[in-house]
T-cell receptor, first 112, second 113 residues
Framework: DGGITQSPKYLFRKEGQNVTLSCEQN?????MYWYRQDPGQGLRLIYY???????QKGDIAEGYSVSREKKESFPLTVTSAQKNPTAFYLC???????????FGPGTRLTVT | LAKTTQPISMDSYEGQEVNITCSHN???????ITWYQQFPSQGPRFIIQ???TKVTNEVASLFIPADRKSSTLSLPRVSLSDTAVYYC??????????????FGAGTRLAVHP
């Protein structure tokens, strides 16, 4: 929504497979974020990037990897090392740290 | 370890004012306090942001005391469509000068007819 797209909306994978979630923004924002949300829970930060070619781990980075080769793109890879990957994944972007974060519609990942 | 805390849930009726408080006793000096609204299976949506005292926009007010260790989101005259989860987001000061952005666990607001 509002310039942030995430695809696909629903994703199904078999256990042991890596999967990459897409996040694109056309808001010209420097900062981008990935959050994980489990049913009935709040948002937990996985990774964030303040600028191209730079990113930092959030609270729950284990089993995930990211890249930031372009300003508008911040893909998240859920690796087979992530023990409980089934969750709702949200991407966001902002002009900077103390600016409003714009969220995408989310990707619901189910791993069986 | 300091953390951001909010009430788990609140109930209200249409037309009433709702106040949701977030405690953040280790807020970073330079960071703002931001509140978001989330409906099921959607991304959160920005409501309001402030640094100190009071901020008001067309949908809400935000009250921040001088010590900034808490903030209160005020929703005037709620309607059924305000039923949602509300999150506060603050920067938490950590050692080494590094600040971490942290979402509260969220307050589930139910508005009844």
């Amino acid at each position: 929504d509002g310039g942030i797209t995430q695809s696909p909306k629903y994703l199904f994978r078999k256990e042991g497979q890596n999967v990459t979630l897409s996040c694109e923004q056309n808001l010209n924002h420097d900062a981008m974020y990935w959050y994980r949300q489990d049913p009935g829970q709040g948002l937990r930060l996985i990774y964030y990037s303040q600028i191209v070619n730079d990113f930092q781990k959030g609270d729950i980075a284990e089993g995930y990897s990211v890249s930031r080769e372009k300003k508008e793109s911040f893909p998240l890879t859920v690796t087979s090392a992530q023990k409980n990957p089934t969750a709702f994944y949200l991407c966001a972007s902002s002009a900077g740290r103390n600016y409003e974060q714009y969220f995408g519609p989310g990707t619901r990942l189910t791993v069986t | 370890l300091a953390k951001t805390t909010q009430p788990i849930s609140m109930d209200s009726y249409e037309g009433q004012e709702v106040n949701i408080t977030c405690s953040h006793n280790n807020i970073a000096t330079n960071d703002y306090i931001t509140w978001y609204q989330q409906f099921p299976s959607q991304g959160p949506r920005f409501i309001i942001q402030g640094y100190k005292t009071k901020v008001t926009n067309e949908v809400a007010s935000l009250f921040i005391p001088a010590d900034r260790k808490s903030s209160t989101l005020s929703l005037p005259r709620v309607s059924l469509s305000d039923t949602a989860v509300y999150y506060c987001l603050v920067g938490e000061a950590l050692s080494g000068g590094y600040n971490k952005l942290i979402f509260g666990a969220g307050t589930r607001l139910a508005v009844h007819p």
